[in-house]
């Protein structure tokens, strides 16, 4: 991509001379040539992507872009993340063209909870063999989830470590820059008790907690990704287990530039509701949510019954359904739904802000699953 792919292996003569039947790099495990048209076969989909920031094309040793003007005092904001072991099961599986989405949805909803616009992605992926058809499955789903997030993809890099993967084994990581006026960011601190929760949902586990789900429904249940989710289900389960994550960033970069009054944005990833919500609540102030506000989709009942998980466990590993969380002025939430709703990503009042108990009170009744940070808690009313 904008950046090589994978370091270059010279046939220059050494001090002692070339040596027939020498070994060499392919020889090695690391084919130059594949991944020389892995990169040639990704330009259109680079391309696609491509924004007014772009500076240059691909190739060159990193990518340039340049700052957007009509910025007072921008401050640029960096995300990185991967998709976790939903990777096993889009290897299991043979669909590699999804999970790009996801690589891109972690990085830009991360980065909208500050606020910022995403600018430019890149993504790092390791193999054990580059296979051209695996890496331009990759960069396909990359390149819609970037299209999505409104970013392009800036550079990349491929990485082949035989021995250390075997051929067909593959991860991978993003990273994500976005940019967002210094007075504009959003770090929760202009929370108060009485703000409105909003709910975005997510219809699947986005990529979060795929070792519990595949622990639950692979090995103690013995289920086949080829047979059906569910009892009666119309796909199968391995069609649920790979359902692309949902990219929030559009929606909410649109509700913040309509006027409302948005006091925070929460990411709602690997640590569900009670793990990532106090990330962005002031102090002083706690999270009341109300767990029957929204359907939680079949898949998390069915691995909590597959798992016999309890329902603390469940709701500190998964998003159970709430994939982003807002936190606006009382007055303000439904102006807010309208204008999400309008974006495409319809939302629902999950709760509300409050002030806090402090450490070590009893807490608000039987049901409750608390997540203290700093004095900052989530209680999950069911």
């Not at 909208?112 to 789903?141: E, K, N």
């Not at 250390?164 to 202009?190: K, N």
């Amino acid at each position: 991509m904008a950046d090589g792919r994978v370091g270059g292996a010279s046939s220059s003569v050494g001090a002692a001379g070339s040596r027939p039947g020498g070994l060499t790099y392919a020889a090695a495990g690391v084919d130059i040539d594949a991944a020389d048209r892995a990169v040639a076969a990704m330009g259109a989909l680079v391309a696609s992507t491509r924004t007014d920031g772009v500076v240059g094309d691909i190739g060159g040793f990193g990518g340039r872009f340049a700052l957007p003007t009509g910025y007072r005092e921008p401050l640029l904001v960096a995300s990185t993340d991967g998709v976790g072991t939903k990777m096993a099961v889009a290897i299991a599986l043979g669909r590699l063209d999804t999970v790009g989405i996801d690589l891109v949805a972690m990085c830009v909803d991360d980065l909208v909870c500050c606020g910022a616009r995403p600018l430019f992605f890149l993504d790092y992926q390791l193999l054990g063999r580059v296979d051209p058809a695996q890496v331009s499955a990759v960069m396909t789903g990359i390149a819609e989830g970037c299209r999505q997030a409104g970013c392009a993809i800036l550079g990349g890099e491929l990485a082949e470590h035989p021995g250390l993967l075997r051929p067909g084994e593959l991860d991978v990581a993003g990273f994500a820059v976005g940019i967002v006026e210094r007075d504009a960011v959003l770090d929760g601190s202009a929370c108060r008790p009485g703000d409105v929760l909003i709910g975005l949902a997510s219809p699947g586990l986005r990529a979060n907690g795929y070792s519990l789900a595949r622990r639950a429904l692979l090995d103690v249940a013995g289920r086949r990704l080829a047979g059906p989710a569910w009892d009666g289900a119309a796909r199968t389960l391995g069609d649920e287990l790979l359902v692309p994550s949902v990219i929030y960033a559009p929606a909410v970069l649109a509700l913040v530039a309509s006027g409302i009054d948005v006091h925070a944005v929460a990411h709602i990833t690997g640590g569900g509701l009670p793990g990532n919500l106090p990330r962005v609540l002031a102090f002083g102030v706690d999270a009341v949510i109300e767990t029957s506000s929204w359907e939680v989709p079949r898949i998390f009942t069915e691995i909590q019954a597959a798992g016999a998980v309890d329902d603390d466990e469940m709701a500190r590993v998964f998003n159970l359904g709430i994939g982003m969380v807002v936190a606006v002025a009382p007055g303000a939430a439904r102006p807010a739904l309208d204008v999400l709703a309008g974006a495409g990503r319809p939302g629902v009042v999950i709760g509300e802000l409050v002030t806090s108990e402090g450490r070590g009170s009893e807490g608000r009744g039987g049901g409750d699953r608390r997540s203290d940070v700093e004095g900052r808690r989530v209680h999950l009313r069911r």
